[in-house]
Nanobody, 127 residues
Framework: QVQLVESGGGLVQAGGSLRLACAAS????????MGWFRQAPGKERDIVAA????????HYADSVKGRFTISRDNAKNTVYLQMNSLKPEDTAVYYC????????????????????WGQGTQVTVSS
């Protein structure tokens, strides 16, 4: 049974930082592209960042470039999202997701490409 469990969300003031983690189990983690998505109330679930199986290739939404960093530790079956210079518009439920891949040099940027999802963690940024 595949499980993705997010942690690290919470309430932070604008300009602050949070580090999200997503621990995966029940899958061969190193064979999966990993992604972080977010969904604010009344809005679509959108890609925030994605990382290839090896971690060498990353993708970021324009709105978070230069502020967020995605990374992974294949030995720990965990993907991270370091979020700095947080803004109120970053407030959302953040989800991690896994997409099986047979290609090392690939990331997935759309919801439909992902096979498994976590339950989400709330991030609230106050102004």
């Amino acid at each position: 049974q595949v499980q993705l469990v997010e942690s690290g969300g919470g309430l932070v003031q604008a300009g602050g930082s949070l580090r999200l983690a997503c621990a995966a189990s029940g899958l061969s983690f190193s064979r999966y592209v990993m992604g972080w998505f977010r969904q604010a109330p009344g809005k679509e679930r959108d890609i925030v960042a994605a990382i290839s199986m090896s971690g060498r290739i990353t993708h970021y939404a324009d709105s978070v470039k230069g502020r967020f960093t995605i990374s992974r530790d294949n030995a720990k079956n965990t993907v991270y999202l370091q979020m700095n210079s947080l803004k109120p518009e970053d407030t959302a439920v953040y989800y991690c997701a896994a997409d099986w891949s047979d290609t090392l040099v690939r990331v997935a940027t759309t919801r439909g490409q992902y096979d498994y999802w976590g339950q989400g963690t709330q991030v609230t940024v106050s102004s």
